[in-house]
Nanobody
Framework: QVRLVESGGGLVQAGGSLRLSCAASGLAFTKSAMGWFRQAPGKEREFVAGIGWGGGPSTNYVDSVKGRFTISRDNAKNTMYLQMNSLKPEDTAVYFC???????????????WGQGTQVTVSS
């Protein structure tokens, strides 16, 4: 059974930083692309960042977080991270970890989901 557990969310002031973690179990982590999504109140869930693995990491970001967020993974720990810097109030959302059956980085082909962690950025 695939299990994804997010941690690291919280309340931070605008301009601050947070690091989210996603611990994965029950899947072949090194053969799985991983991703972060977010959902703000009243809005649809949106792709934030993804990381694939095929001899080395490949990444993809939504334009609104480029240069501020960094996705990474530690295959030895079956864990993925999202370093979020220069946070803005519009980054406020529930952040979800997702895993794909594909190895290549993807924005949409995710098959397993975590429960989410709240990130709130105050102005």
């Amino acid at each position: 059974q695939v299990r994804l557990v997010e941690s690291g969310g919280g309340l931070v002031q605008a301009g601050g930083s947070l690091r989210l973690s996603c611990a994965a179990s029950g899947l072949a982590f090194t053969k799985s692309a991983m991703g972060w999504f977010r959902q703000a109140p009243g809005k649809e869930r949106e792709f934030v960042a993804g990381i694939g693995w095929g001899g080395g990491p490949s990444t993809n970001y939504v334009d609104s977080v480029k240069g501020r967020f960094t996705i990474s993974r530690d295959n030895a720990k079956n864990t993925m991270y999202l370093q979020m810097n220069s946070l803005k109030p519009e980054d406020t959302a529930v952040y979800f970890c997702a895993a794909s059956r594909l190895m290549v980085v993807t924005r949409s082909q995710y098959h397993y989901w975590g429960q989410g962690t709240q990130v709130t950025v105050s102005s």
